[in-house]
């Protein structure tokens, strides 16, 4: 069908409803909801609209409208075209020769500009739910087959809200699907898709944020469940948001496949190369390790049962005669370690003071610390015998080193396995090495990593030992300079 365009007109003083506006070359265009209709403001003058185009290169009425490089972009359901300023004050907008193209669009917010291009996602008379990206006026398509099958599973996505953002060189095309309750991203320097998620309370849920904007050199995020701004940056480490403050976010990031023709494999090594180290220098808050009591019996037969105060102090309760409540504690004196060894049993006077006893011989099965948590606090203590004195370690908030979690699937991730935890060392240790052992056998397994201490963590590569498939090989510039 031919294009055609109207001359100026005078309009009603109350215009609308509105589904999209933008601004181009001077003129502030309002796509009309339901319509094909597309008012233009006077130039420089967002107080005056005088005038609108109609858009007659397809039947359908138009859903969603950009402006890109000057260049105003118009979808319906099936199709798309491009208009442009042709520079005539009475009738600036036309319709570029050549830029229509036999597709259109799933919904009225999904189209964004990022990379100096258009991305939208795809819907024609053949099929829905195919992202693309715009070169030139010809749509190609960057979702892949995995994010497709998801979509498929979703219901209308005539709802997607989508914007851009830039972080460190990366152009992220975010999408959030409300009626799913789901958001992902796009990256367009690296083409790979991921989920970004809200983690709260367990359960992954969609992405806070709904738009963006670069203002006051920051990142801003707004969001449509409540009236707050949020700013994001890569030095924040937790969310915080209205009723979670500082909540964790958790990464996870899962490996293909590995199977070699579903033949038995022996994973005996994963290997994860990051940057450790980077942790704080007080440690991360930990809980503390050990049992809050401690029983001992007297010479008269009495049990007794012992706890360590906030302060340190320890508390006597007796329990009245009876059974021996528990096995001796045995404990070695740290101060003759290596070239002594003596053994103190831990015990208790019927006035409820405990003290080392020393115990003549050898003896196999002691300690050289009994590690202990406080009452009513929870803080991290011990017992130890130093010069054959019985010393309590002075009472201090549990602390602990960032960790990795890992997990497995053997079944094409329909189940899997419990998180095996590996510490990534405490600040400074950068040579600690993240890596896990005697990791069983599979015929097809997909690994998971996930982190969600809140510092930085870069993960640079992965290397998996098993056999008989995956052995250590020269690294391909190795081998070229043998042959060179």
Same mark, same amino acid.
């Given at each position: 069908m031919a294009s055609q365009n109207t001359a100026p007109v005078q309009v009603a003083s109350t215009l609308g409803p509105f589904t999209s506006v933008d601004f181009v070359d001077g003129y502030f265009v309002a796509l009309v909801s339901n319509s094909q209709n597309v008012y233009y403001s006077g130039f420089e003058d967002g107080t005056t609209w005088t005038a609108y185009f109609r858009v007659s290169k397809f039947?359908?009425?138009?859903i969603a409208m950009l402006v890109n490089r000057s260049e105003i972009w118009l979808w319906s359901e099936k199709h798309t075209t491009v208009?442009?300023?042709?520079?005539?004050?009475?009738?600036?907008? !036309?319709? +570029?020769?050549?830029?229509? +193209?036999?597709?259109?669009? !799933? =919904?009225?917010?999904?189209?964004v500009r990022a990379d100096n291009s258009v991305f939208w996602i795809l819907a024609?008379? %053949?099929g829905f739910k195919v992202a693309m990206r715009a070169e030139g006026y010809?749509?190609?398509?960057?979702?892949?087959h995995a994010m497709e099958h998801k979509w498929n599973g979703f219901g209308s996505m005539s709802d997607v809200i989508s914007y851009s953002i830039q972080h460190t060189g990366h152009v992220f095309w975010h999408?959030?699907?409300?009626?799913?309750?789901?958001?992902?991203?796009?990256?367009?320097?690296t083409k790979m898709w991921s989920e970004i998620s809200f983690y709260f309370n367990g359960q992954h849920r969609a992405h806070h944020s709904r738009c963006h904007a670069l203002a006051f050199g920051k990142h801003l995020l707004g969001g449509s469940n409540t009236a707050v701004i949020y700013q994001t940056n890569e030095s924040l480490l937790t969310d915080n948001i209205p009723g979670a403050q500082n909540n964790p976010i958790r990464r996870e990031r899962r490996a293909p496949h590995i199977n070699n023709e579903l033949e038995w494999e022996f994973h005996h090594r994963l290997r994860v190369h990051l940057d450790t180290g980077t942790g704080p220098a007080a440690g991360l808050p930990g809980t503390a390790v050990g049992s809050p009591y401690l029983f001992a019996q007297d010479n008269n037969g009495n049990n007794w049962q012992i706890t360590i105060s906030d302060s340190g102090l320890p508390i006597s309760s007796g329990l009245g005669p009876g059974p021996a409540a528990a096995a001796n504690v045995l404990l070695v004196d740290l101060m003759f370690i290596p070239y002594r060894t003596m053994v103190y049993s831990l015990g208790i006077l019927p006035t409820g003071v405990l003290y080392p006893g020393l115990v003549p011989g050898i003896y196999t099965g002691y300690q050289t610390r009994v590690p202990m948590m406080t009452l009513p606090g929870?803080?991290?203590? #011990?017992?130890?015998?130093?010069?054959?004195?019985?010393?309590?370690?002075?009472?201090?908030?549990?602390?602990?080193?960032?960790?990795?979690?890992?997990? @497995?699937?053997?079944? #094409?991730?329909?189940?899997? &396995?419990?998180?095996?935890?590996?510490?990534?060392? #405490?600040?400074g240790d950068?040579?600690? %090495?993240?890596? @896990?052992?005697?990791? =069983?056998? &599979?015929?097809?397994? +997909?690994?998971?990593?996930?982190? &969600?201490?809140? +510092?930085? @963590?870069?993960?640079?590569? !992965?290397y998996l030992l098993t056999s008989p498939s995956n052995q250590p090989v020269e690294r391909y510039a190795a081998q070229m300079a043998k042959m060179a």
């Open positions: 039947a359908e009425n138009v208009y442009y300023d042709t520079g005539d004050l009475n009738n600036p907008f !036309a319709p +570029i020769a050549g830029a229509f +193209i036999e597709a259109g669009i !799933a =919904g009225p917010y999904c189209a024609d008379e %053949r010809t749509p190609v398509r960057v979702s892949n999408m959030y699907f409300p009626s799913d309750d789901w958001s992902v991203r796009y990256d367009a320097a929870a803080l991290q203590t #011990g017992l130890s015998v130093q010069y054959g004195r019985l010393v309590i370690d002075t009472p201090q908030a549990p602390t602990r080193e960032p960790q990795v979690m890992l997990r @497995w699937s053997d079944d #094409g991730g329909h189940s899997w &396995s419990m998180e095996y935890l590996c510490g990534a060392g #405490g600040q950068f040579l600690r %090495r993240i890596e @896990w052992r005697r990791l =069983g056998r &599979s015929r097809d397994r +997909i690994y998971e990593l996930s982190v &969600s201490d809140p +510092i930085a @963590w870069p993960v640079v590569d !992965a």
